[in-house]
């Protein structure tokens, strides 16, 4: 099992950066894919952008460059830069951990209780 625990979230202007962490517990997460996800009201959750546990990455063309996902394999604890943030970010964002890779939330295994994301205009 893993635990996942998210933090960092808050109300920012737009244009403002936030820096979210997703700390595990449990088990080392250095052979899992972690993502972060967001859902906002009445849309269904969507990824924002995922690292692999080879270290490559992936994010949706609505948060490149703005967005840079990292771990910390030393202090289990993944993080999401988020810089030039708009309204349109506001969310909750979750952190997830998966044994498979992929772009789908059915894919991950084990999930945070999510952090809110305000972006205000």
């Known amino acids: 099992q893993v635990q996942l625990v998210e933090s960092g979230g808050g109300l920012v202007q737009a244009g403002g950066s936030l820096r979210l962490s997703c700390a595990a517990s449990?088990?080392?997460?250095?052979?899992?894919?972690m993502g972060w996800f967001r859902q906002a009201p009445g849309k269904e959750r969507e990824i924002v952008s995922m690292?692999?546990?080879?270290?490559?990455?992936y994010y949706p063309d609505s948060v490149k460059g703005r967005f840079t996902i990292s771990r910390d394999n030393a202090k289990n604890t993944v993080y999401l830069q988020m810089n030039s943030l708009k309204p349109e970010d506001t969310a909750v964002y979750y952190c997830?951990?998966?044994?498979?890779?992929?772009?789908?939330?059915?894919?991950?295994?084990?999930w945070g209780q999510g952090t809110q994301v305000t972006v205000s205009s």
């Open positions: 997830a951990a998966g044994k498979v890779a992929g772009l789908y939330p059915v894919l991950y295994d084990y």
């Open positions: 449990g088990r080392t997460i250095s052979s899992y894919a």
């Open positions: 690292h692999r546990s080879s270290g490559s990455t």
